[in-house]
């Protein structure tokens, strides 16, 4: 059952790619607005936000599952953690093949330029970079040659990776930044959850004795 449940998660996935494939190569852009695709007329600036849009989203749905999981007594949910992390990767590379070759059509020079001087493209390259790692050691082949919790550690990155998401974001749109605030508040409340519950055994500790039981309950 689980099976199956994973191939229909795996295609809708894959449904943004469509929509945004088929914005950039199918008709002109403005005849897609029409059908309520929300496809801007530059086909370029679409792909490329719409793919950052998706890493985003993809990277905070990967961090909501272990809160989703434990609220609702859904330990099966943790299957889909790595599918989720690997399509933020997924768009995450579209994004940057986007950047390079149409936007940029592999100007290196223009490229380095970008990277250096200007900081939204600064920290939005290194929010790609931090997600490879995670990428290559995803599978349980990697989780047995790192150890567990060197593996954790590793994959502790995706944190930093999502707050520069979110940064690269909010420095991009300069004014209209209601999106990524939006996207920061999510991420804001999964660390939030994160933190208390590596927190919490420190907490405990600092509670008096005759006030432990308390605590616990």
């Known amino acids: 059952m ?92 579209l994004h940057f093949t986007t950047y390079l070759t149409v936007d940029k059509f592999f100007n290196v020079h223009e490229i380095f330029l970008d990277v250096f001087k200007r900081k939204y493209i600064t920290v939005g390259f290194l929010a790609f970079v931090l997600l490879i790692p995670l990428a290559l050691t995803s599978t349980a082949g990697w989780i ?36 990524p605030v939006e996207y920061g508040i999510v991420l804001a409340g999964l660390l939030a959850y994160r933190a208390y519950y590596w927190l919490r055994p420190t907490v405990r500790a600092t509670v008096p004795p005759s006030r432990a039981k308390v605590a616990v309950e």
């Open 2 to 93: 689980i099976r199956w449940i994973k191939v229909v998660v795996f295609l809708l996935c894959l449904v943004p790619f469509g929509i945004l494939a088929y914005g950039f190569f199918g008709p002109h852009p403005t005849d897609i607005t029409t059908w309520g695709l929300g496809l801007a007329p530059n086909p370029v600036e679409r792909l490329e936000h719409g793919t950052g849009d998706w890493t985003l989203r993809f990277l905070l749905i990967t961090l909501a599952i272990t809160p989703i999981r434990k609220l609702l007594h859904a330990p099966s949910l943790i299957r889909f953690r790595r599918m989720f992390g690997l399509f933020a990767f997924f768009y995450a590379c």
């Open 144 to 179: 047995r040659r790192l150890g567990g919790k060197r593996w954790q550690a590793i994959h502790r990155l995706i944190y930093i990776s999502a707050i520069a998401g979110v940064i690269h974001y909010l420095w991009l749109v300069k004014a209209d930044i209601l999106e």
